[in-house]
């Protein structure tokens, strides 16, 4: 069931919380071993907090639209008393002493957190190969990636483990995992979902945000999770977008009026052939339901990959420097014959990963005398660009369209020798988060018998927007089915 039919199951007394929530955890037990969606299953949390709902709705309480629905949180946001390891060994076993924001606003609407999702390490990575603790299958081919960094909530929305997931997105990690998984994956405006508690890759990219198999839950979870945060100096003094009006509005077909934007550059080249049928595809029924479609020109997307292979890199050589071995996490040779500097080489070159290492190195260099000006400091003139071309765009068109991928779900270890063939991965989906804007992926179809992605782009707090196209092409195209595990 989706979420907002299991919503209406509990608040119209046919399920009680705790039985829904019963029912999750049973199947993370079924199949989790094989899918590997979960590092840490919560299943005393879950209950009690299931139990509390029902017994807040027993005592008349008026309670949320989501109360008593089950949620899967990616690794990356701090939970109090329960593990956060950003899929790290430098992290392992760490209880953080609060919970994030989102996290925070999740418990307030009732929704029941079944466990922490696997990811790539510190978000670095676009297929979950990249995990400490091992990869996440897709539930579509066990043996492909369900996407990255976030592929441990989408696969468990896939694997029917959870109707709702929480991802972050830094330069697709929301979009691409929904896209080959067949679920929808959504990125808020930066600044439109608090930071507050999320463990720092990219502080100027980092965006946390929704995940579901429906553009109706997607825009309801959006709905919890999002507003202002004054604990997060980046978020934005506004209210959210009625996101979900938007959903509902959408999923009567119709988009008269509504002008979708065809990227030029995007038009296919580096693409598989079946992606580019299946978004042509969902380019057609889109037209038939009224939208008027028009071709626009954004020349300087193709240098969005290196900039922002330069400026997160960055951003993340400085944000993982507080990982010392001294204040929190792993330590590694403290015998008391060692220095502290010893201590710490040894504490980062058992902690960290080689992704995560290579990027470290990246941008220190990047940053490093001499070297700022010509690489970073070019990188954040090249996003000033891509934003000019973003304004430009929308300009002429309310909402902007792509393939979400340029293929679909690869085989594990297909790609891990080749780094850059790996970032290739978010070559559609890397401008998004360089101008700050909201994107949706939703299925629009298969090729070879794997779903392929959509990409919905909007204008900044224009959030609303993708989420009426997006359901709308679900109104025709419906939602996939992955095969039973």
């Known amino acids: 069931m989706t979420a907002t039919e299991i919503a209406a199951l509990i608040a119209g007394g046919e399920a009680s919380a705790v039985e ?53 949180v ?7 008393g329960v593990p956060t390891t950003v899929g790290s060994k430098i992290l392992e076993g760490w209880r953080p002493p609060y919970d994030s924001t989102i996290v925070r606003r999740l418990r307030e609407a009732g929704t029941v957190m079944l466990g922490k999702t696997n990811m790539d390490e510190f978000a670095m990575g676009s297929s979950t190969e990249y995990s400490a603790y091992g990869p996440t299958g897709n539930p ?25 997931a929480i991802g972050s997105d830094t330069g697709g990690s929301i979009r691409q995992p929904g896209a080959v998984t067949g679920t929808v994956g959504a990125k808020p405006t930066y600044g439109g ?18 995940c579901a198999r429906t553009v109706l839950d997607a825009a309801l979870l959006h709905e919890v999770i999002g507003g202002h945060d004054p604990r997060d100096s980046t978020s934005i003094p506004a209210p959210v977008p009625d996101v979900v009006a938007a959903a509902r509005a959408g999923a009567s077909g119709d988009l008269t009026g509504v002008k979708v934007g065809l990227v030029a550059e995007f038009s296919g080249e580096g693409a598989e052939p079946g992606v580019m049928a299946a978004f042509r595809d969902a380019v057609d029924a889109l037209t038939k339901l009224g939208a008027e479609i028009v071709e626009v020109s954004c020349p300087h997307f ?31 040779g403290d015998d008391g014959n060692r220095g502290l500097e010893e201590v710490m080489s040894l504490t980062r070159d058992a902690g960290f990963g080689p992704e995560v290492k290579r990027r470290i190195m990246i941008g220190t260099y990047a940053l490093s005398s001499g070297y700022y000006d010509a690489y970073y400091g070019q990188a954040q003139k090249v996003r000033t660009l891509i934003t000019r071309d ?42 998004t988060n360089l101008y700050g804007g909201p994107g949706i992926s939703v299925p629009c179809g298969l090729s070879e018998g794997l779903p392929v992605g959509l990409q919905i782009m909007a204008p900044t707090m224009a959030d609303d927007r993708m989420y009426r196209v997006g359901a709308a092409l679900e109104s025709v195209i419906g939602t996939l089915t992955p095969p039973e595990l």
């Open 140 to 164: 579509w081919d066990l043996g492909r990636i369900p996407g990255g960094s976030g592929g441990g909530s989408s696969a468990a929305l896939a694997a029917y483990e959870a109707p709702l």
């Open 74 to 80: 990616k690794d990356v946001l701090t939970t109090r």
């Open 390 to 431: 973003f304004t430009a765009a929308f300009a002429q068109a309310d909402v902007l369209i792509s393939p979400t991928t340029p293929f679909v779900a690869f085989p594990f270890g297909s790609r891990t020798s080749d780094p850059y063939q790996m970032y290739l991965a978010d070559l559609f989906t890397i401008p």
């Open 302 to 332: 193709q240098y969005a990959l290196p900039a922002y292979y330069l400026i997160a890199p960055s951003e993340c050589s400085s944000n993982l420097a507080r990982f010392d071995g001294v204040r929190f996490g792993l330590r590694v």
């Open 20 to 72: 829904v929530t019963r029912a999750h955890l049973d199947r993370i037990t079924a199949v989790d071993e094989r899918v590997h969606a979960f590092l840490h299953v919560d299943t005393d949390g879950a209950l009690a907090a299931a139990r509390e709902v029902d017994a807040r709705r027993a005592a008349g309480e008026e309670l949320g639209p989501l109360a008593g629905v089950p949620v899967a």
């Open 193 to 210: 979902t608090s930071r507050y508690g999320l463990v720092a890759f990219s502080s100027s990219l980092d965006t946390p945000g929704p």
